[in-house]
């Protein structure tokens, strides 16, 4: 497997699957780990980095984690391979951005991946379609055990696992889910799911995660809070508590604009179904915006001839490092809004 071959598949996180899909994108469980005896990232010099790289890259390849495990040297690979993998929740931009010794390693379903000397020496990740945060926690816990033997994590009887950020001391781990959210964001009511994940101390962030906006509608949920907290409690209250709240409160908003406000809403999934397939410049923002109400319109039977697997398609493969790896050529700005617009005619099918 190599990273070119990405572009031929949708990722995990689109891939439409699974439990309140329509609403839950992905449900993700992330752990962050040390290794015992080395320095944090950030005190580490480049030689001991790189030497860590490779006892950490060799110990991931040895566990045989899944039947296809790619491992990619970040070092190596060029600015669109590791963009690419940003756009499909691999790795971090931070991670990308690096030019220090690290790497990745990535199953071939993409469920599994490992940022290697990220801020920590490993940040291990399961990410599953729809909401599976059960089965994602079963996935990660055996991945977890089995580098342990071989690496021996950084562990406190006091503290639990030593991470680089405090406030991942503990259990190391981030419960995050992904949503679509576009009801609530055009009844007006998406400050409530706001103000009751603060009360809650959750982290409501954009696509890509700390730092980013609700680009799509899409909203990323996830704890803030590791130490004292048992592993089940906190992936306990996100799948019977938290995220059902939320999902019934979407499908609130959905049915409100169904049943209550029909014009607005076909109004609003048609008009971007227009300006998708006629539009001669898009921007990768404005594709996720449009594509947002198309999705929308889809699952609640208000538009018929677009399929909500080619939405998901669209997504991704719209996205900048996505897009010119799918036309197999590099792109300026300019040409590549061209070339996204032409991309999204073909695929929609032109208005013209």
């Known amino acids: ?27 993700r469980i992330r752990l962050a780990r040390n290794v015992s005896g080395e320095r944090f990232c950030s005190k580490l010099d480049r030689a001991r980095r790189a030497d860590l790289e490779k006892r950490i890259r060799l110990a991931i390849l040895a566990a045989e984690l899944a039947p296809s495990m790619l491992y990619a040297d970040l070092t190596q690979s ?13 790795i971090s931009k931070p991670h990308a951005a690096s030019e220090d010794p690290r790497g990745v390693a990535v199953s071939g379903d993409e469920q599994i991946s490992i940022m290697v000397l990220e801020e920590d020496h490993l940040r291990i990740q399961v990410l599953r379609s729809g909401l599976q945060l059960d089965e994602a926690w079963e996935q990660i816990s055996a991945v977890d055990d089995k580098l342990d ?11 639990g696992y030593l991470t680089a950020c405090p406030t991942n001391v503990g259990t190391g781990i981030r419960v995050s889910v992904m949503l679509h959210l576009p009801a609530l964001k055009l009844t007006g ?3 409530k799911v706001f ?15 700390e730092g980013t906006e609700a680009t799509g509608d899409f909203y990323q949920v996830s704890n803030q809070v590791t130490l004292g907290k ?10 019977h508590t938290i995220i059902p709240r939320i999902v019934e409160f979407e499908q609130m908003a959905r049915r409100t604009l169904l049943n209550e406000r029909t014009h607005f809403l076909d109004d609003k999934v048609h008009r971007a179904v227009g300006l998708l397939r006629s539009a001669r410049i898009l921007t990768s923002e404005e594709v996720l915006f449009l594509l947002s109400h198309v999705r929308l319109g889809a699952n609640l039977g208000r538009v018929r001839d677009v399929d909500v697997g080619l939405i998901n398609e669209l997504f991704l493969n719209t996205q900048q490092s996505h897009l010119q790896k ?23 099918g032109s208005a013209d």
């Open 1 to 27: 497997m190599k990273l070119s071959d990405f572009t031929t598949r949708s990722g995990e996180w689109l891939r439409g699957m699974g439990p309140h899909s329509e609403v839950v994108i992905s449900s």
């Open 326 to 348: 799918v036309l197999g050529k590099r792109l300026d700005t300019e040409p590549r809004r061209i070339a996204r617009a032409e991309y999204v005619r073909k695929k929609l």
């Open 230 to 239: 048992v592993e089940e409690d906190i992936i306990s209250d996100f799948r």
């Open 149 to 159: 033997d071989s690496l021996e994590f950084a562990f406190s009887k006091r503290l």
């Open 189 to 191: 009511d998406i400050e």
């Open 195 to 209: 103000r009751a994940a603060k009360d809650l101390k959750l982290a409501v962030r954009g696509l890509y995660g």
């Open 78 to 90: 060029v600015e669109l391979e590791r963009q690419l993998l940003v756009e499909r929740h691999l």
